[in-house]
């Protein structure tokens, strides 16, 4: 690609903060729940870059006639990927896109097809805008996009703080994770976090009924297996907490030590431990995000309780890692049901998606 920008090029990034900041100098904007993408277009030749430098084209084949028709000939834009469905974004449907098999695909991309949200113009023409501050690359983005049809969007933005915390509670509901503040001066640095972001959080109490090793060894752990009951009195794997440090996953290691003794015998979870479940969702399963990682478990007794922070629900799992807060020696593990976790009110996307 003959750009002033070409690819691949890693997508600036955000430090997550506990509100949003004060003052003057900051644009605000919806945090959107898809995939991160970089969309690159010199002519005819178009590519969907992946946070993480991969191609995403063939995964998306609707998106790409809608940017050749749509987008200058010579651009680079930095947006979300997103699915909507029944008035908010639906990031499972999402990740069913990224499969293996072609027809499956391309019947996928008629079903549930995706939209792309912009917020950043990276170049148009000839000309590099990273080091351009965001107000003016936002304007010129607003230009360009001004008379944009779905698939294609434009991230609603503000510049006043009590919006943003407006858009915080109310759009929740449609899927948005936070939202996003910008410095309005900031050139595009990529893979810098240069941007900030405020992200929901909420505690829950779940049963830690397995752990995995860390790659360091058999004597560090690597994760909690975290799990809720449902209403039938299912242990239901809900996702992990991970983010310890080396001398507390080796504590966590030798405290878990007397729960591994006969932990199979009524383990909620056993039928998992078999080869054939190895291709299923459970603990031990197999992912397209997976490939290549041990993702082999070690049962224990279910009947300790941790507390831990997490931001919001992927349908009935965690839609990131939890983080550990404390054990919950006070709690029984019966408690620990889906029962506690917040519900929060639809806001339909519509009212994001139409903004302007």
Not at 39 to 59: H, P, T
Not at 65 to 75: G, M, N, S, W, Y
Not at 98 to 105: C, F, L
């Amino acid at each position: 690609m003959d750009l002033p920008v070409r690819p691949p090029v890693l997508p600036m990034l955000a430090k997550r903060v506990s509100e949003l900041p004060e003052g003057e100098g900051f644009i605000f904007e919806p945090k959107w729940d898809g995939f991160r993408t970089l969309v690159f277009r010199d002519g005819d030749e178009i590519v969907l870059q992946s946070r993480d430098e991969k191609e995403l084209n063939r995964y998306f084949p609707e998106l790409l006639e809608p940017l050749k028709a749509q987008l200058p000939t010579r651009c680079v834009l930095d947006g979300e990927l997103v699915i909507a469905k029944n008035g908010g974004l639906d990031f499972e449907a999402l990740q069913l896109r990224v499969h293996p098999a072609a027809s499956r695909v391309k019947l996928l991309s008629k079903e549930i097809p995706a939209s792309v949200v912009f917020w950043d113009l990276l170049c148009e023409g000839d000309e590099d805008l990273c080091g351009a501050p965001f107000r003016a690359r936002r304007a010129r983005l607003e230009a360009l996009l001004a008379e944009a049809e779905p698939p294609l969007h434009l991230t609603p933005a503000t510049t006043d703080r009590a919006v943003a915390v407006d858009w915080f509670t109310r759009f929740e509901g449609a899927g948005l994770d936070g939202v996003m503040a910008k410095p309005a001066a900031s050139a595009y640095e990529p893979n810098k976090r240069t941007m900030f972001k405020v992200k929901h959080e909420r505690e829950c109490d779940c049963v830690v009924a397995g752990f995995r090793w860390h790659k360091l060894g058999e004597d560090t752990v690597g994760s909690l297996l975290l799990g809720l009951y449902d209403d039938a009195g299912v242990l239901h794997h809900v996702g992990v907490s991970a983010s310890f440090t080396v001398k507390k996953r080796r504590e966590l290691a030798e405290f878990l030590e007397p729960y591994r003794k006969d932990a199979m015998v009524d383990h909620p979870w056993k039928d998992w431990a078999t080869p054939a479940a190895m291709d299923s969702r459970m603990p031990g399963g197999k992912s397209r995000w997976s490939q290549g990682k041990d993702l082999s478990w070690e049962p224990i007794r279910a009947e300790l309780v941790v507390e831990v922070a997490y931001d919001h629900m992927q349908g009935s799992r965690f839609r990131h890692t939890a983080q550990f807060r404390r054990w919950r020696t006070d709690k029984s593990p019966r408690d620990c049901t889906y029962a506690q976790l917040e519900t929060v009110a639809p806001e339909e996307l519509s009212a994001i998606f139409g903004a302007r």
